[in-house]
């Protein structure tokens, strides 16, 4: 499956376009990471614990988005953009989408 955020793929042409995919996320804050986070605002620095978290979000929604890609026979997904939302008091969402097509 090639992925892009570009709206084709170099040296390739689109055959069919299948449409919109789309994956999501929801993830709430663990607890300990948060009072660490809150120490690390003190002293300023990167929130190890929120990266990673960020991290593991984003490659569930791709690899749920590549999924409904797979589902579609498609082989490639383009225009790949990424969302977040808050969806509740401590839980985010991260949404990937983009356009599954088939390319040559």
Known sequence: MILTTLEGVPGKTIMEHYGLVQGSTIRAKHIGKDIM??????????????????????????ERMVQQAEELEANA??????????????????????TAVKVE
Not at 39 to 57: A, C, H, M, P, R
Request: charged letters at 20%.
């Open 77 to 98: 997904v383009v225009n790949i953009r990424f969302a977040t939302s808050s969806v509740a008091q401590g839980a985010a969402e991260l949404f990937a989408y983009g």
């Open 37 to 62: 986070a809150g120490f690390k605002n003190i002293v300023g620095g990167e929130l190890k614990g929120y990266t990673e978290l960020l991290q593991d979000s984003r490659k569930e929604a791709i």
